[in-house]
Antibody
Framework: QVQLVQSGAEVKKPGASVNVSCKASGYTFTAYYIHWVRQAPGQGLEWMGWINPNRGGTRYAQKFQGRVTMTRDTSISTAYMELRNLNSDDSAVYFC???????????WGQGTLVTVSS | DVVMTQSPLSLPVTLGQPASISCRSSQSLVYSDGNTYLNWFQQRPGQSPRRLIYKVSNRDSGVPDRFSGSGSATDFTLKISRVEAEDVGVYYCMQGTHWPPTFGQGTKVEIK
């Protein structure tokens, strides 16, 4: 079945970087954009950016420009999100999602908890 | 950024009764291609979000037909015709017309 499986929880110190992976299966990985969305504890959803797995093009929310990099490896149907210079406000669950605006393709990863603490 | 405002933020409902959530955008969500990219997501407790509705009124696969979306331009509504226990959770509207995509604050649906 269509699914996205994310890497496990991470604990990082302030100033460090985190790399979250998102492995797709059950569909053609290059057919749909991968979006990254995060959710701070008890808070709502915040969209971070997307990557086009076909050509590798990316677009990031301005808030994360300069601190985030989204990449992919089509040979293993996996997308990655690296967030640098972490601070306590970055403690959140990070989700990848394969979404299409015009069709009923919708699939989310299970989420990766990133905790930033000294 | 486009601001998405949901109401109410908390919605206690009786099982079997209807429920309605409003979502208003600070700008029209009609895109230059004529489509309106307004989505509704459901997040059950402890789970990842899932999309229920795309382009205002199109149900995603596997979404029960008791969920329906409607609206236009800046005013949108998600309706549940008869609430079931499995509908408990937080519901978010999200616009994909303007950059960057933005979510509403979320509406928490609980059973009375």
């Amino acid at each position: 079945q269509v699914q996205l499986v994310q890497s496990g929880a991470e604990v990082k110190k302030p100033g460090a970087s985190v790399n979250v992976s998102c492995k797709a299966s059950g569909y053609t990985f290059t057919a749909y954009y991968i979006h990254w969305v995060r959710q701070a504890p008890g808070q709502g959803l915040e969209w971070m950016g997307w990557i086009n797995p076909n050509r590798g093009g990316t677009r990031y929310a301005q808030k994360f420009q300069g601190r985030v990099t989204m990449t992919r490896d089509t040979s293993i149907s996996t997308a990655y999100m690296e967030l640098r210079n972490l601070n306590s406000d970055d403690s959140a669950v990070y989700f990848c999602a394969s979404l299409d605006s015009t069709t009923n393709h919708d699939c989310w990863g299970q989420g990766t908890l990133v905790t930033v603490s000294s | 950024d486009v601001v998405m405002t949901q109401s109410p933020l908390s919605l206690p409902v009786t099982l079997g009764q209807p429920a309605s959530i409003s979502c208003r955008s600070s700008q029209s969500l009609v895109y230059s291609d004529g489509n309106t990219y307004l989505n509704w997501f459901q997040q059950r407790p402890g789970q990842s979000p899932r999309r229920l509705i795309y382009k205002v009124s199109n149900r995603d696969s596997g979404v029960p037909d008791r969920f329906s979306g409607s609206g236009s331009a800046t005013d949108f509504t998600l309706k549940i015709s008869r609430v079931e226990a499995e509908d408990v959770g937080v519901y978010y509207c999200m616009q994909g017309t303007h950059w960057p995509p933005t979510f509403g604050q979320g509406t928490k649906v609980e059973i009375k």
